[in-house]
């Protein structure tokens, strides 16, 4: 039996996670007695997240709070990109986070480059911004996901369509 076994290498995170992430966080602000008057808003899209409030040092308490949610729904810090933190009208402070997914092309060569190196009976290849890696046995594309796994990248990768 000569069939290839494959899984995608990608780096996306649960949208509807962050979704109740933000709405956690905008509860907490809202209770919160150090935070009541800043009249904090939250604005997020698809791929970007809106902080406004009054000044910088309450930005960085609401920046806490939003990285401790976002671990409780078990999300990568990894996907936050701080913005410039950005003057407002009426003396207040905005900074848009945008929220990292796929793997762009210098990472991606980066990954082919260790599997090839490393293993020499897998076959990576670079498909949009996702890397597919594939083998003739299961053995050696479970060694290469625990590689994977002990390297510290700029963004989260999930192992995906293994097959």
Do not use: C
């Not at 911004?129 to 796994?149: E, G, I, T």
């Amino acid at each position: 039996m000569a069939s290839n076994y494959s899984f995608d290498i990608v780096s996306d995170f649960d949208h509807q996670e962050m979704v109740n992430a933000v709405d956690q966080a905008r509860r907490e602000i809202e209770n919160r007695y150090d935070l009541k008057d800043s009249q904090t808003s939250l604005e997020l899209t698809e791929d970007t997240l809106t902080v406004e409030t009054d000044s910088e040092f309450t930005l960085e308490t609401i920046h806490d709070i939003l990285r401790n949610k976002v671990a409780k729904r078990k999300l990568s810090q990894k996907i936050f990109e701080y913005g410039k933190v950005e003057k407002s009208s009426g003396n207040r402070v905005r900074q848009v986070i945008t929220l990292k997914r796929g793997i762009d092309k210098e990472l991606a060569k980066k990954i082919t480059k260790k599997i090839k190196d490393e293993f020499k009976k897998v076959q990576p290849s670079i498909q949009g911004d996702s890397v597919r890696v594939s083998s003739k046995s299961k053995d050696d594309l479970q060694a290469v996901m625990q590689a994977l796994k002990e390297e510290n990248y700029p963004v989260p990768l999930q192992m995906t369509n293994y097959r």
